[in-house]
């Protein structure tokens, strides 16, 4: 029998928790009482998380897929896999790190059954978080609402509920930079939201550090918005302009025989000033170039060295 709902959870290196994540989550599912199925992508772990994914698959054959990816590719396309192989109606991805508790995907499922197609869980509260992760996490979603064209509502996550026609469509965008929550935005349909308490972490570090986070900032912004371009645009009329100015000054102290703007200092800042504003104008065009050449070389998004699952 095919499941009703797929959980689809990404696994780096977290040998600590796994087993916990797998049992909360065979409780929650088990007290819907449909068919469901849990695939678990192991996204290049390098401590013992693979072969205790394989020890659980072997234990729970009738529920527990297990897709090991041939090496780290990151978190966004490890959803990607997982969603490659669920068979559900619906599919539900969720971290595998218990942050985000597996009982709140009762809640999303009710909200499916009464008719959304999309239904994200959204952190009311964050627990063990720093000031610092809090102030960067609210800048960064104000910043993609202000820079791109899609709507990503405040404080959802990956946490999330798909129904297969908006898994469908998500399936048909394989870009290579992705940002899944932007691209299920994206999509449309009828969403709703579920507020919920994200919990500390009760093991292990997080794997989303600054840099991750920068990278998937950059990625949201390039693959939605046009504006960086834009602004190269504007900053290149602003230095022509102040060009013209300057100009301009320079001829009236000229013919008015005051002393001119020069000095060797002066020179050097303004060269200076306009050679940053060139070079970050060439990094901005070289991120949109960099998406393109990603995407005409048409590499898969990413390679599997095994799947564990029932036959």
Same mark, same amino acid.
């Given at each position: 029998?095919? %499941? ?6 990404? @696994? ?10 797998? !049992? ?10 449909? %068919? ?18 394989? &020890? ?8 527990? @897929? @297990? ?17 490659? *192989? ?5 599919? @539900? ?22 008719? *959304? ?31 791109? =064209? ?20 998500? /399936? ?22 579920? %507020?919920?308490? /994200? ?5 292990? !570090? ?18 939605? =918005?046009?504006? %960086?371009?834009?602004? &190269?645009?504007? =900053? ?51 991120? *949109?170039?960099? /998406?393109?050449?990603? !995407? ?16």
């Amino acid at each position: 029998m095919d %499941p009703l709902i797929s959980v689809v959870a990404p @696994v780096y290196n977290e040998e600590a928790l796994i087993r916990e994540f797998h !049992e909360r989550v065979c409780a929650t599912m088990d007290s819907l009482g449909e %068919p469901w199925e849990l695939i678990l992508v192991d996204d290049g772990s390098g401590d013992e998380t693979p072969a205790l994914l394989d &020890a659980i698959q072997g234990e729970d054959s009738d529920h527990v @897929v @297990v897709v090991h990816l041939a090496r780290n590719f990151g978190h966004q396309l490890a959803i990607t896999a997982g969603m490659d *192989y669920a068979r559900g109606e619906a599919v @539900v991805t969720i971290d595998s790190d218990l942050q985000d508790p597996p009982e709140v995907i009762v809640d999303l499922v009710k909200q499916w059954r009464e008719g *959304y197609e999309v239904v994200y869980a959204v952190r009311a509260e964050r627990e063990g978080e720093t000031w610092f992760k809090l102030f960067t996490a609210g800048l960064f979603y104000r910043l993609i609402q202000r820079l791109t =064209s899609v709507t990503i509502p405040m404080e959802a996550g990956d946490f999330r509920l798909l129904d297969r026609k908006a898994l469908a469509y998500l /399936r048909s965008m394989r870009e290579h930079s992705r940002f899944v929550r932007a691209m299920t935005s994206w999509v449309g349909l009828r969403q709703s939201g579920v %507020p919920y308490r /994200r919990q500390a972490r009760k093991a292990g !570090e997080t794997k989303y550090t600054v840099r991750k986070m920068v990278r998937l900032a950059i990625d949201a912004i390039t693959g939605y =918005s046009t504006l %960086p371009l834009k602004l &190269a645009l504007w =900053s290149g009329f602003v230095a022509a302009a102040l060009g013209a100015v300057m100009a301009v000054v320079l001829t009236i102290n000229r013919l008015g025989g005051t002393a001119p703007l020069a000095g060797q200092g002066f020179t050097a800042s303004l060269v200076l000033f306009i050679g940053g504003v060139q070079m970050v104008m060439v990094g901005i065009l070289g991120e *949109y170039i960099g /998406r393109i050449y990603d !995407e005409v070389r048409q590499r898969p998004l990413y390679t599997v060295q095994e799947v564990r699952r029932k036959a």
